[in-house]
Nanobody, 114 residues
Framework: QVQLAESGGGLVQAGGSLRLSCAASEMISSINVMGWYRQAPGKQRESVATINSGGNTNYADSVKGRFTISRDIVKNTMFLQMNSLKPEDTAVYYC????????WGKGTLVTVSS
C-alpha cells in the first residue's frame, strides 16, 4: 500500500514562508495528477494547487501568486512553496497523488499567526 507523508508544516507569522514536502513510500505508476489540498477548522477540504502529468498547474484564486507547486518525478516527491502567508491560510494541508487510484497523506498543520 502506497503511503504519502507530508512534512514542513508549522507555525509562522503572517508574511512568512513555508515549504511543504510530500514523499511517497514507493514509486507510483501512471500518475495523472498530484495536488495539495487543505482543510481549515469548520470548513470543507479545498484544492490549493494541482499539477498534472504534463506539468500544467492550477491554483486556487486565494493562493495565486503566493504558492508554487512543483514535483520531482524521479524521487516521487512533491512540494508546495508558500510565500506571503496569511492567517486565512491556516489549515491542515494534505497531499494527493492520483494514478490508477488516489492516495492521500495524513496531513500537516500550517498555522499562520497575525
Amino acid at each position: 500500500q502506497v503511503q504519502l507523508a507530508e512534512s514542513g508544516g508549522g507555525l509562522v507569522q503572517a508574511g512568512g514562508s513555508l515549504r511543504l514536502s510530500c514523499a511517497a513510500s514507493e514509486m507510483i505508476s501512471s500518475i495523472n495528477v498530484m495536488g495539495w489540498y487543505r482543510q481549515a477548522p469548520g470548513k470543507q477540504r479545498e484544492s490549493v494547487a494541482t499539477i498534472n502529468s504534463g506539468g500544467n498547474t492550477n491554483y486556487a484564486d486565494s493562493v495565486k501568486g503566493r504558492f508554487t507547486i512543483s514535483r520531482d518525478i524521479v524521487k516521487n516527491t512533491m512540494f508546495l512553496q508558500m510565500n506571503s502567508l496569511k492567517p486565512e491560510d491556516t489549515a491542515v494541508y494534505y497531499c494527493m497523488v492520483a494514478g490508477r487510484m488516489a492516495y492521500w497523506g495524513k496531513g500537516t498543520l500550517v498555522t499562520v499567526s497575525s
